[in-house]
């Protein structure tokens, strides 16, 4: 029984090895088939695709059993469906990657280069290109009330950039800032030396509204002083004619230019004349203003004159012109607007316009002015009476011309004239010192030196000299609109 038992089992152990043995290669035989489809190294049971390590690895695991225990037929089957999965899912999976074309499909969202379609900005882009280059041809405009004979605030503050220039660019450059092209100038060419009775001018041609109308205009700008021109400034009456209705030093510089015009003056009696000017400039204008009223009186309601810090122009006895269209914007604590002296009989042509000075400054300047009225009553004394020194005899104008003048600088003096923030008072200083001294010297009258002693004072000094800039004329009218 024993031996029967033996051999039975003897024999189920053989056909196990026989069943694991023919199990054994069929699936030696499958796994070269899958390595030759999916790339597995049936040696190592390794996949080269990235999913099949692990699934290849468990078939060789399996395959191995029958040499540890038999193994029923059933189990081998898994290592053949793990290679159709491998290969199926291989398959399967390249096929699949075709369908993401389904994302390409996405840019058929062309809709967003649409909306460039959107050419409103492009528009933009263009007119903004258009504009930029229009800019400085869009005047910064020079309003005009309806009326010759009104007074404006914003007229005024338009025309004063025209008083901050010096050098005809610059003249020229803010002509065309404020739409105006230039039709003829004058006078730039000055040496600095030259001490004629004229002033460098310019004139341009533009558009300006008169109320509500738009007109063709003239603007005629008058420079301030320059150079020698300070010569031409204290020689009031440079012929000597006691009877003059005019401070001819200004008044000749007004004839020169209005010649060089008169051309054009009477070709255009509908175009408007705005005529402008600053301190020695101012003084021209002024005197412009009142030749065209009483040469042109039908043009008045035509002509606009706005003028700065205006010295004073003609004698009290010039009232046969009323000059209603000329208009002098004046600081009172300004020195620059009480020469010639009011003591010698003089005045402005036109109306003037008082802003708002500072009182403690204003009650300063007419100290100074009486000082000399006291001590020059008269232009007759100005010119004429002869006082001695050493020898020498000297008029109060032949000292000024002599000693005075020479020692002025045009480039320390300019700096006075135009702007408040180079100011060099350090520079002015000595001459209002020297020249205190030299005058109470020569005439023996002390109060030269009272007037030197007050304005010595360096903070006197620059307080008075930046009463006469452009820029105080700004603010001080700014004041005025509100």
């Known amino acids: 029984m024993k031996r029967k038992t033996t051999l039975k089992t003897l024999l189920l152990r053989l056909t196990a090895l026989l069943l694991a043995f023919l199990l054994c290669s069929v699936t030696i035989a499958c796994g070269d088939e899958a390595s030759t489809a999916t790339g597995t190294d049936v040696t190592t049971g390794t996949d080269v695709t990235p999913d099949a390590p692990n699934k290849n690895t468990d078939v060789t695991t399996k395959s191995d059993v029958p040499t540890d225990t038999p193994v029923t037929p059933d189990e081998p089957e898994e290592p053949t469906g793990t290679d159709i999965d491998v290969t199926t899912s291989t398959d399967v999976t390249e096929p699949d990657i075709p369908d993401e074309p389904d994302e390409p499909d996405e840019p058929v969202v062309p809709d967003e280069p649409d909306e460039p379609v959107v050419p409103d900005e492009p528009d933009e882009g263009t007119s903004t290109d258009v504009d930029e280059p229009d800019e400085p041809l869009q005047p910064m405009s020079i309003p005009l009330p309806a009326e010759s004979v009104t007074f404006s605030t914003e007229t005024a503050l338009s025309l004063l950039p025209f008083c901050n220039v010096i050098t005809k660019d610059d003249f020229a450059a803010t002509f065309v800032q404020y739409g105006f092209s230039v039709v003829t100038e004058g006078h730039f060419d000055k040496a600095d030396d030259d001490e004629s009775h004229t002033s460098a001018w310019m004139l341009g041609e533009g558009t300006v509204k008169v109320g509500d109308t738009e007109k063709t205009a003239y603007l005629l700008v008058i420079r301030a002083t320059h150079g020698g021109e300070w010569a031409s400034n204290l020689n009031v009456l440079p012929t000597g004619n006691y009877d003059s209705e005019t401070a001819d030093n200004f008044y000749f510089s007004a004839l020169d230019v209005l010649a060089s015009i008169s051309d054009l003056l009477q070709k255009t009696d ?208 700014q004041v005025t609109l509100y």
């Open 270 to 477: 509908d175009h408007v004349f705005i005529v402008t000017g600053y301190s020695r400039g101012a003084a021209v204008a002024n005197l412009i203003g009142r030749e065209m009223d009483r040469t042109y009186p039908e043009r008045c309601d035509n002509v606009y004159v706005y003028t700065f810090a205006t010295p004073l122009t003609v004698t009290c006895s010039a009232t046969d012109v009323a000059c209603p269209n000329v208009f002098n914007v004046i600081n009172s604590a300004d020195f620059v607007t009480t020469m010639p002296l009011a003591a010698w009989n003089y005045v402005r042509a036109g109306r003037d316009i008082v802003l708002p000075a500072d009182e403690a400054l204003t009650a300063d300047v007419a100290y100074v002015v009486n000082l000399l009225s006291e001590i020059v009553p008269s232009v007759f004394e100005y010119y004429e009476k002869e006082y001695t020194v050493l020898d020498y005899q000297y008029t109060l104008f032949g000292a000024v011309e002599e000693f005075l003048l020479p020692s002025i600088s045009s480039d320390s003096v300019s700096e006075v004239t135009y702007s408040a923030t180079t100011l060099s008072v350090a520079r002015i200083y000595p001459y209002v010192n020297s020249g205190g001294m030299l005058l109470s010297s020569l005439t023996g009258n002390l109060k030269f030196n009272d007037i030197a002693t007050y304005i010595n004072s360096r903070r006197n000094l620059y307080t008075l000299l930046k009463q006469h800039v452009p820029s105080t004329y700004g603010s001080m009218l």
